[in-house]
């Protein structure tokens, strides 16, 4: 698995967004200058994230961006796969069925695709506020959340 800046700037607007006052709406503008994104593109993928329903949109100058649901009910998974991000391994490949080592690998990584799928389904947008709270409190830093 190779993650894209597609990715990996959808996963840091998310985050942003969830560190929000209430979650409330926040501009593209905002955003992008907060966690140093290029608008064009963070606005191309906040459209796709909406889509995906893990986003709403509301329009006006009070309006913006901000979660469809709590940061505990959105998983990296759920954000790299609306994004068209894969996690499947290398392309499919037949084993030859007269070599046992060709089986063996197929199944080894078969067994590291699933614990990677269901670890990437399993930490939420809140873990990973958790996270950046905790690096930051034993690092003595001020609370700006730039990620």
Do not use: C
């Not at 064009?40 to 459209?47: F, G, H, T, V």
């Not at 961006?65 to 994004?83: D, F, H, K, M, T």
């Not at 894969?86 to 690998?105: C, F, G, H, M």
């Not at 080894?108 to 699933?114: F, P």
């Amino acid at each position: 698995m190779k993650l894209t800046t597609r990715g990996h700037y959808s996963v840091k607007a998310l985050l942003d967004l969830s560190l929000q006052p209430s979650y409330g709406p926040s501009s593209v503008k905002a955003i992008a200058s907060r966690q140093d994104l290029p608008p064009a593109y963070l606005e191309k993928l906040l459209i796709t994230l909406r889509k995906a329903g893990l986003v709403d949109a509301t329009r006006g100058t009070q309006g913006g961006y901000q979660l469809a649901r709590e940061p505990a009910q959105i998983s990296l998974g759920q954000i790299l796969e609306a994004v068209g991000e894969s996690i499947e391994p290398l392309p499919k490949q037949i084993p030859d069925v007269n070599l046992a080592e060709d089986w063996v690998t197929l199944s080894l990584w078969r067994r590291l695709h699933q614990k990677l799928k269901e670890a990437l389904y399993s930490i939420t947008l809140a873990d990973l506020y958790y996270d950046a709270r905790s690096w930051q409190a034993a690092h003595q830093e001020e609370t700006s959340f730039i990620i």
